[in-house]
């Protein structure tokens, strides 16, 4: 399957998290409280769960606790935190029976991180009404350093003894790593084979450091060398233990026989390169303020059967929520804490549309081409059930057109060292495309900006083909042999996970933090540095109604004792869609092409080309303090880089708008479009 990653290792951090207190109210009658904080985590199949407590301050309105306590994160798993303010009157008894509850956050992990240091109200019991002056709560969340770290080194051999008979005979050695887990030693890496030497030189290799010691690095680490023998047995040579504090260098270690009695030396490895370092985390950038957002395609074609048949994969009477809408709801749960403003673009394909009687392959399923964005889980859930009042299913199945749309606004997006912003497309689908070589095609090119594609088959249909577009196997190549430059999607079949609930977010959305990581590693851009207690929007309710968050959104002039009195300048996180910046040259606002209704946005190249509403200049929006209307003095130009050349269609070719289908006559050339984004010409 090609959703082999799922539960890779590779994609947990080890998350600290840290509290601070504002402003409570006494519970004691002629003192102080005396605060401690109790960390719980919602685990799958167990409840809540302690993971942590503070330390008791005495008499202390305002503590700042030092205890740190530790969660695996996981980026593609949905984490419940719950953190439980006590007076703590017994310090003799870790039970809280006989205690004062002074009040408690809900929230995820997920939302810790993204808003690390922000204040958040404290709550009753009930996790729903907000406790009359008791005080808020800080919550940090920060990932630690040694759970990041790589560790590259190369091992050579020196004068390691024979091991097989013969006057001028030699070993083939290799190495094994082992990693010390309790009470037994589990294998981490095995090298390659140095043939017929007794003083190898191996390649290098780089591990992480929780690979080779679960960040614990005066924790000792098995060596092992080995003689290769085709047939039969291979004999070790010897073995050494080493922590990474004692590594260095040029460290030379003497092989030893723990199985022998003798303390002899056989050869020596020496660790003739070595180095340890940090690398940019996915936390890391965004904790400096990246943005995911995200965009929802979901398939309207015929196939998926009559919305008012109990068979239907659309069908919206029963009890429980249909295929397409139980995938939404859980993958928005995921991904919405990312997403900063929380507005989600949503599109369908493969409907004809009531309002013009056309097949389209790519319109926003609130019919709406001027605001197509909806407000979170809520408003997906809502814009998709209304949807079906305006169109009948149709087909056939086309990606390219949502592909297209999806290209043009990842790339109209900045990821540099001023801002970053990484998009995901998650499509839903219940069968094989009919267009896959122009799909294939714009994936390729897609490969080179800041975009994963998230492709959920929903149904019992045989989804072999689709599973080629997933590079887990092999590189995609184009029909012209062009290779993608790194692997952007992930193939799942939602029926492989009838049994577990959580599996299908599991496997959907495990690659993305890693595809971020070689996209931003390949642009060579770093992660922003962590600016804490900045001012945001409040971030959403928890979905799936199974608890409520509790962030304040209070500004920061008012939490005593915690940030400066003065909130932090306004940055410009968000601009109006005709003035968004991008790196490149600065050029005019962008054209409307007249074709069809004055002011209807057309398709051109394979990029939407946005209307002029107004020629006055457009506000900017900023994310980091309350409403407060700016002043226009200003238009923010927008940024392209230099322009392609775009060949017009031929007469007679046909033009896919967002309402699709419709045949045009040649537009004039479009210099719009970023030079790095070069989409496949439309189907004829």
Known sequence: HTHRTTMDSKQKAEVEIWVSLRNLKSKD???????????????????????GRTEIYDNKHNPDFKKRIRVNYYFEKRQEIKLEAWDWDNARTKSTSGQDYIGGVTTTLANIVVDSGMPRKLLKRSGKQACK??????????????????????????KLPKMDFGLFSKSDPYFQIFRKSENRWIKVYQSEV????????????????????????????LFKVYDYDSVGSHDQIGEFEVSLDEIKQGSRIGL???????????????????????????????????????????????????????????????????????????????????????????YGFGARLRSTNTVSHCFPINFNDRDP?????????????????GLLLSG??????????????????RFDSNMQAYTVLVILTDGCIDDMRQTTDTLVQMSKL????????????????????????????????????????QFVPMRDFKRDPYGLTDATLAEIPGQMLQFAKSRKVPPHPVVEGKWRNPDPPLAQGSVEDSKSGVPLTQVGGLFPQTAPPAQPHYYPQQARPVQGVPVQQPTVVQVGAPGQPVWQAGQPVQPVYSATPQPQYVSQQPAVPVQ?????????????????PATGQYQYGPYGGQPSAPAPVNNATPAYYQPPPPPA
């Not at 969340?141 to 790589?150: D, L, P, V």
């Not at 003083?199 to 000792?220: F, I, V, Y």
């Not at 003095?633 to 392609?644: F, I, K, R």
């Open 29 to 51: 009658t002629f003192s102080k409280s005396d605060p401690c904080v109790i960390v719980y985590e919602n685990q799958r199949g167990k409840g809540w769960v302690e993971v």
């Open 133 to 158: 002056k008791k005080g808020l709560m800080i919550i940090r969340a920060e990932q630690k350093t040694e759970s990041n770290e790589k560790v590259y080194f190369k091992l050579s051999g020196i």
């Open 194 to 221: 140095i043939k017929k030497t007794l003083d190898p030189r191996w390649q290098p290799k780089t591990l992480s450091s929780a690979d080779l010691c679960n960040g614990k690095t005066k924790q000792p680490i």
């Open 256 to 346: 030893k026989r723990p199985w022998k009695k003798k303390d002899k030396i056989y050869g020596h490895i020496e660790f003739s390169e070595f180095k340890r370092y940090t690398e940019a985390s996915f936390l890391d950038y965004i904790r400096g303020g990246m943005e995911v957002q995200v965009m929802f395609a979901i398939d309207y074609t015929g196939s998926n059967g009559n919305p008012t048949n109990p068979s239907s994969l659309h069908y919206r009477g029963g009890r429980s929520p249909n295929p397409y809408a139980d995938a939404l709801q859980k993958i928005t749960s995921i991904l919405e804490p990312y997403d900063k403003n929380n507005l989600i673009p949503a």
């Open 373 to 389: 964005e909806v407000k979170g889980q809520v408003g997906v859930l809502s814009a998709y059930h209304a949807s079906f009042d």
């Open 396 to 413: 056939p199945t086309y990606f390219s057109e949502i592909l297209q749309l999806a290209a043009a606004k990842a790339s109209s997006n």
């Open 450 to 489: 800041p975009i994963s594609v998230v492709i959920v088959g929903v149904g019992s249909a045989n989804f072999a083909a689709m599973e080629k577009l997933d590079g887990d196997d092999h590189v995609l190549r184009a029909t012209n042999g062009q290779r993608a430059a790194r692997d952007i999607v």
């Open 632 to 648: 226009p003095a200003t238009v923010q130009p927008a940024y392209v880089q230099q322009p392609a050349t775009y060949a017009p």
